[in-house]
Structure formats: structure tokens, C-alpha cells
């Protein structure tokens, strides 16, 4: 009987460098659950819990949020999809939430998003989200059929507080200071694969190429405990 494999993976990237958008290509091709820490963050901003509420300035002025809060909440909602293969997404993002998701699995593989920094600040001005599911437009590069909505559900779209040029900047540099090690520490592991380039319909090619090797056939993506 072949045991049939949980597949764990993380993608990395500066903000904007389309990890949302090559995450939901990913998980619509071989369907592994997506978790995105900015997600789980906007969510709770949006349902104005007292977490979120606390977090909206630190996200706003382009800051990271602290190491111990996102890795509790991020390795909370991992936990319960244990039994899942899954895609992280905007998480770790520090050496410190590496190591803490270290802990608790080990990752199969690290694909790192390298675009560079001029051409990401033209995108986030023209960014379009649907909250609820992090569905992610762009008036250019992939805008909704009916402007203004959502494609699958037809609700409004909004654009992120954080995507203004001033907030990009910050975030931009806290992506160099605090997240660039990061990267470091995967290499050394011998888990981090770059893909470097300005298109996402190029590197997306190259990304579904590489991960076709290393996930098995959505058929075959399944819960451990269904392995025989
Ligand atoms: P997030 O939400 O993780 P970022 O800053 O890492 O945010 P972001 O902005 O979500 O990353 P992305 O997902 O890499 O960007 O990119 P995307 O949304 O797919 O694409 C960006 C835009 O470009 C979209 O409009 C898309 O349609 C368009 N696009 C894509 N490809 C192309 C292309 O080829 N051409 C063109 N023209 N356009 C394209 O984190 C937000 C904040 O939350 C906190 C931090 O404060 C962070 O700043 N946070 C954390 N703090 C601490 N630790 C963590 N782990 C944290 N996670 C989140
Ligand atoms: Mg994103």
C-alpha cells in the first residue's frame, strides 16, 4: 500500500511580490489548503476583535506585527489543519517565527518570490482585495469582470490601508531588515528554491513545473489518517 504524503509548504517574497496570487494558482492546482498570515490579521481588523484591533497601527504604518502574536495565531490554525497539506503564506518572516514553526513541522519546501522592489510599488496602488476570502485583483494585471466585485461572490472590493506609496516604502524595508535572514536560514537548511523575475504569468510556469515534482496528484493529497 502506498503511504500517501502531507505535503507542507511556505512562500516567501517582499510584499507584493505576488504570493497571494501564485498561492491561489498553487492551491487551485493541487489542492492544498492556503493560510495567509495577513489574512488571518485583516480578518480579525475587520470583525474589530480586541487583537486586531491592537494590530491595525502596526500594520498601518508598514511595521510587523509582534513574533510571539502571529506565530500563536498562525500555529493555532496550522494545528488544526494537522491532518492537511497546506501552503503558508506571509509567514515566517523572521528568523524568531521560523524557529517556532520549526517546532511544531517540518517544511518540504521554501519557494521564494524574488521580484524586484521598483516593480512592486506600481502594483500595490492598484491592488484590489476581496476581504472575506484574500481573493486579490489589479485593475492592470487581473482585474475583476464587473469592476469594483468580487468574481465568484459579487461583493465589494477594497483596497488595503497599507498599500498607500508612503506604507509600501516601510514595509518594503522591514521586508530587507527582519524577513531577508529568513531566507538565509532556509538555504542553509537546503529547503528554499528562488524564482526570480516581473511576471507572475512567467514565474508562475516555472513555480508549477518545480512543485509537480515534489507534491503528489490532488487525488492523492489527502488526510494521514485516511493512509492505509
Ligand atoms: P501581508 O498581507 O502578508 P505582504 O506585504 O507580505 O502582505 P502582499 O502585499 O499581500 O504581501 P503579495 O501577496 O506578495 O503581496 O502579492 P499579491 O497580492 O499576490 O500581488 C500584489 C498585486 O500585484 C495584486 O494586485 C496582484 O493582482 C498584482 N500582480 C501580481 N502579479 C502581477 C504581475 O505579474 N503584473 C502586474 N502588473 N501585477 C501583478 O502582510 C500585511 C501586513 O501584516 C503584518 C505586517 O504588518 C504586514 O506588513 N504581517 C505580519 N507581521 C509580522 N509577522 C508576520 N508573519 C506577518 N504577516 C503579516
Ligand atoms: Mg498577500
Given at each position: 500500500?502506498?503511504?500517501?504524503?502531507?505535503?507542507r509548504?511556505?512562500?516567501?517574497?517582499?510584499?507584493?511580490s505576488?504570493?497571494?496570487?501564485?498561492?491561489?494558482?498553487?492551491?487551485?492546482?493541487?489542492?492544498?489548503?492556503?493560510?495567509?498570515?495577513?489574512?488571518?490579521?485583516?480578518?480579525n481588523?475587520?470583525?474589530?476583535t480586541?487583537?486586531?484591533?491592537?494590530?491595525?497601527?502596526?500594520?498601518?504604518q508598514?511595521?510587523?506585527?509582534?513574533?510571539?502574536?502571529?506565530?500563536?495565531?498562525?500555529?493555532?490554525?496550522?494545528?488544526?489543519?494537522?491532518?492537511?497539506?497546506?501552503?503558508?503564506d506571509?509567514?515566517?518572516?523572521?528568523?524568531?517565527?521560523a524557529?517556532?514553526?520549526?517546532?511544531?513541522?517540518?517544511?518540504?519546501?521554501?519557494i521564494?518570490?524574488?521580484?524586484?522592489?521598483e516593480?512592486?510599488?506600481?502594483?500595490?496602488?492598484?491592488?484590489?482585495?476581496?476581504?472575506?476570502?484574500?481573493?486579490?485583483?489589479?485593475?492592470?494585471?487581473?482585474?475583476?469582470?464587473?469592476?469594483?466585485?468580487?468574481?465568484?461572490?459579487?461583493?465589494?472590493?477594497?483596497?488595503?490601508?497599507?498599500?498607500?506609496?508612503?506604507?509600501?516604502?516601510?514595509?518594503?524595508?522591514?521586508?530587507?531588515?527582519?524577513?531577508?535572514?529568513v531566507?538565509?536560514?532556509?538555504?542553509s537548511?537546503g529547503?528554499l528554491?528562488?524564482?526570480?523575475g516581473?511576471?507572475?504569468n512567467?514565474?508562475?510556469?516555472?513555480?508549477?513545473?518545480?512543485?509537480?515534482?515534489?507534491?503528489?496528484?490532488?487525488?492523492?493529497?489527502?488526510?494521514?489518517?485516511?493512509?492505509?
Amino acid at each position: 500500500m502506498v503511504l500517501k504524503r502531507i505535503f507542507r509548504g511556505v512562500i516567501m517574497g517582499p510584499p507584493g511580490s505576488g504570493k497571494g496570487t501564485v498561492s491561489g494558482r498553487i492551491t487551485q492546482t493541487f489542492g492544498l489548503k492556503h493560510l495567509s498570515s495577513g489574512d488571518i490579521l485583516r480578518a480579525n481588523i475587520n470583525a474589530k476583535t480586541e487583537l486586531g484591533l491592537l494590530m491595525k497601527s502596526c500594520i498601518d504604518q508598514g511595521q510587523l506585527v509582534p513574533d510571539d502574536i502571529i506565530s500563536r495565531l498562525v500555529l493555532a490554525k496550522l494545528r488544526d489543519m494537522d491532518h492537511s497539506s497546506w501552503l503558508l503564506d506571509g509567514f515566517p518572516r523572521t528568523v524568531a517565527q521560523a524557529e517556532n514553526l520549526d517546532s511544531m513541522c517540518t517544511l518540504d519546501t521554501v519557494i521564494n518570490l524574488d521580484v524586484p522592489f521598483e516593480t512592486i510599488k506600481e502594483r500595490l496602488t492598484s491592488r484590489w482585495v476581496h476581504l472575506p476570502s484574500g481573493r486579490v485583483y489589479n485593475t492592470d494585471f487581473n482585474p475583476p469582470k464587473i469592476p469594483g466585485l468580487d468574481d465568484v461572490t459579487g461583493e465589494p472590493l477594497s483596497q488595503r490601508d497599507d498599500d498607500t506609496p508612503v506604507t509600501v516604502t516601510r514595509r518594503l524595508k522591514a521586508y530587507e531588515n527582519q524577513t531577508q535572514p529568513v531566507l538565509e536560514y532556509y538555504r542553509s537548511k537546503g529547503v528554499l528554491t528562488t524564482f526570480t523575475g516581473t511576471e507572475t504569468n512567467k514565474i508562475w510556469p516555472h513555480v508549477h513545473a518545480f512543485l509537480g515534482k515534489k507534491i503528489p496528484h490532488p487525488q492523492q493529497v489527502s488526510k494521514a489518517h485516511e493512509s492505509p
